[in-house]
């Protein structure tokens, strides 16, 4: 099975692999389906690099680590926790069938030291493995000579181990504190009282709060540096109030773009130029889990809308009641 992992991973590796440039600012040679050199410049290398910007939500394996070994076995327990649903469930139903195959061609050596009603087939054998993996035992098979005792001391401690680790991952993967946070899928330039302002809205989409919330905003930039090398540039943009005591329905964070904003005097075509992006970060503390909960993300300025504003959500009802109106989160207005 290891030798599976292993197999697997090379040939994903080897694909990536076969796609990957270094990203600077002088002519690099790229040999193509048609296996003829050509080159690319800096321009190129931006259009590259837009691939694994952060607006997108790709998973980190797309990315080759020249280097860096992450090898399933030597980190079992972050990969069990950070795959895919579909994924993990695949590699358990794999996992369980091979040891019971393994278990059961162990039994098929000496199929006359387990007794039953019938002669032993492997996939007999297989099913007496299962029961004994699981301790479950149903009597129909009964291991007598002491290489088959030998196997089942084996395989039960084996078992035993596997049901508990496998319930410990199943659990974590349930029980991983997230923040059920919604982001406006677009942010706004409001310009009220002539003062231009970046506004992005957030809402909490538990009926319980979240505590002590910490917005952190930031402007991504593709920059060359001075030795002429494409490097990723992140500028804090400061907000109004980058602290919220208790974050209950939503909440509207504005950076006033003055002059010592690093968007003042900023034009799109530069932005653009620059593939910027608005990096969003929150982090807080679940009331009813006592856990802190963290959730992200960005925007391009394609979705950056000026001289508009959110429309309200949180309204009064006749009986008193406060109603908030999440239909109408990612509307916007003009002034």
Known sequence: MKSLFRHLKEKREAKLTARYNRLDDTPLEDTGKTGKKSHFTTKEAIRRFRTHALVEEKAHRDVVRVGLSDSVWTDLYHHALTASWPSFVYWSVISYFLINLFFALLYLVAPGQVTGDSQHTLLSLFFFSVQTLSTVGYGGMVPVGPYANVIVTFEVLIGMMINALATGVVFARFARPRARIMFSN????????????????IANMRLSVILSVDVEVSLSRLVLSENGHLVRQFDQL????????????????AHVIGPESPLHGKSMAELEKEEAEIVVTVTGTDEALGQT??????????????????????LSRP??????????FHDIEQH
């Open 186 to 201: 677009k942010a706004v330039i409001s310009n009220e009282n002539g003062i231009p302002a970046l506004c992005i809205r």
């Open 293 to 314: 909960v963290f959730a992200r993300t960005a925007y391009r300025f394609d979705h950056v809308h000026h001289d508009h504003r959110f429309v309200d959500i949180v």
């Open 319 to 328: 009986d008193g009641k406060i109603a908030v109106d999440y239909t109408r």
């Open 238 to 253: 400061l907000l109004v109030q980058s602290h919220v005591p208790v974050l209950r329905f939503a909440f509207v964070m």
